[in-house]
DNA sequence: GCAAAAGTGTTAGAACTACACCCATGC
DNA sequence: GCATGGGTGTAGTTCTAACACTTTTGC
């Protein structure tokens, strides 16, 4: 009885696509493939596969992403499930989004490149298939929201980083550029980031200093119903 | 050949649920109907129904509103969709949320009742099926975070309204009661309502200027980076 | 010793909070 | 004429934005 009115329903296929921003210090980019069946072969697109019986969405997310990449252990965050029905011209398909940013560098650029992936500056991408470019788009915005309430959406960063690093990550994500001085404070003023004893001199002579995000102080202020706004300013 | 890819894949149900939350001048509430299929036929549930084969998301989920309630033309925003294998115990199912605010005064209360909805209050929630609580202290974490950003979202506001009746809204999103003068400085200060000739005098003897949204003001600011930002106060 | 990036304070203007009284109307 | 909710202003404080020089180090 039950079983029968949810018989009498259309099943479909799910596809998961995963939009990967990186970051280094030269700027905001964009993880494509090269599509390698058909439709569309040959086409730059997302990572993109399908919903497996066995899996949540996050994790099939996940799975997928490893995949295509060989990347691990990235923290994927849903961003919104598209389902025009034209949207796959083989067959009536929803897909589920999601987005993360990684430090280009922190991960292994050769995996990446040897699964055929590559990275595009976000002024620069390449037609996508499908809706590819309008999820690109809708998580573009969507990491600028986040961006401006947190420090970037703390389980989006790496462990450690420092501020000029947050700061050109920052300049990235909103294209703009920033005051060092008041960006310092008022992304400290936030106090959910540890200053660390160790320096990177990646960058400079000098050195700078690395940061930890404090998960414990965020997660009180959170609850506490603080709201961390961070206006990007000039 | 790219069809075979295609068929290879498990193909399942895809459900939608829809939140609607409701104001009126005693706080926010939340609308249920008494499930009638199995399994859990009876208890308390969100209205939810099947993706159809020929209809997008955006439009199933209005289906299966006005289906339940009679509700018709109701903005509904995407919420999020929820994948776990276990969610719906019958068959693997994944689920788009939906979620909406209306004014429970402006629409048919007797149609909604003929089809068995009921309003509870937001603090005092009956126990809801599957994971149907989870998607509702997710669409109320989203709608919190949507007013602090605009005015309630215009797409979820009537018409028109009064800053009385705006305020007692706000107050009742965030749980909280605010201050008059700072209330209508600040949402004013946005700079995307507009003032009418009309007063509502369902409330007072003096009667309370009705308000509309400036829908192109909004968007210009939008496209120009403004944020808009509200800050829940005391 | 110099080039290159990291780090640091101050001040003027804007925005925020707290707070109390008059207004218009229907009865 | 009075009860009820609608509407208005100000002052003290806090936050924001604009701005320039010193520090550290590797070469």
Chains 1, 2 share one sequence.
Not at 188 to 198: A, G, I, R, Y
């Amino acid at each position: 009885m039950s079983t029968e009115y949810y018989r009498n329903h259309a099943h479909l296929l799910v596809a998961l696509d995963c939009i990967i921003f990186g970051f280094d210090n030269e700027g905001l980019k964009l993880l494509l493939i090269k599509r390698d069946f058909e439709p569309e072969k040959g086409k730059w697109s997302l990572m993109g596969g399908f919903l497996g019986k066995g899996e949540s969405l996050d994790e099939a997310a996940g799975r997928i992403l490893n995949n295509l990449t060989g990347l691990q252990n990235i923290y994927l965050e849903q961003l919104h499930a598209f389902g025009e029905v034209e949207r796959d011209p083989v067959e009536r398909t929803i897909s589920v989004a999601y987005y993360a940013l990684i430090d280009v560098q922190a991960h292994d650029k050769e995996l990446v490149k040897q699964h055929g992936a590559s990275w595009f500056s976000i002024h620069d991408v390449p037609e996508l298939i499908f809706d590819h470019q309008a999820m690109v788009n809708a998580a573009l915005k969507r990491l600028r929201r986040k961006a401006s309430h947190q420090p970037v959406g703390f389980e989006l960063l790496p462990e450690k980083f420092t501020l000029p690093e947050l700061q050109k990550l920052y300049e990235g994500i909103y294209d703009t550029s920033l005051d060092k001085r008041n960006f310092r404070r008022r992304i400290l003023s936030m106090d959910v980031l540890v200053k660390t004893e160790e320096k990177l001199k990646k960058y400079s002579k000098k050195g700078a200093y690395l940061y930890k995000f404090d998960q414990k102080k965020y997660k009180e202020r959170v609850s506490n119903g603080d709201s961390l706004v961070f206006k990007p300013i000039k």
